[in-house]
């Protein structure tokens, strides 16, 4: 089992900067990807980008060159940075893991961003 906790969401004004957390626990070892997904109201879940165990990252062409994402293995942390946001950024913020040889989904509880122009 994993346990992620995701935290840093609030209300940020057009062109400023978030930074999301999310932090693991349990049965970290197993984890193979991590990755933000992000929910706006009325619309569909859809991924934000991801982060292998290796540290490579993909994103979302919507996001790319304003969003990073990293890690700190120490801390078995997953950062979320959050560059020139928008007002079409706002939506709710999710961590997911992929863990074990089934790519098993975990997910963490969520946190509000919220853009305003």
């Known amino acids: 089992q994993v346990q992620l906790v995701e935290s840093g969401g609030g209300l940020v004004q057009a062109g400023g900067s978030l930074r999301l957390s999310c932090a693991a626990s349990?049965?970290?070892?197993?984890?193979?990807?991590m990755g933000w997904y992000r929910q706006a109201p009325g619309k569909q879940r859809e991924l934000v980008g991801t982060i292998t165990s290796g540290g490579r990252t993909n994103y979302v062409d919507s996001v790319l060159g304003r969003f990073t994402i990293s890690r700190d293995n120490a801390k078995n942390t997953v950062y979320l940075e959050m560059n020139s946001l928008k007002p079409e950024d706002t939506a709710v913020y999710y961590c997911?893991?992929?863990?074990?040889?089934?790519?098993?989904?975990?997910w963490g509880q969520g946190t509000q961003v919220t853009v305003s122009s």
């Open positions: 997911n893991a992929l863990a074990g040889l089934t790519m098993k989904d975990y």
């Open positions: 349990g049965s970290i070892f197993s984890i193979n990807a």
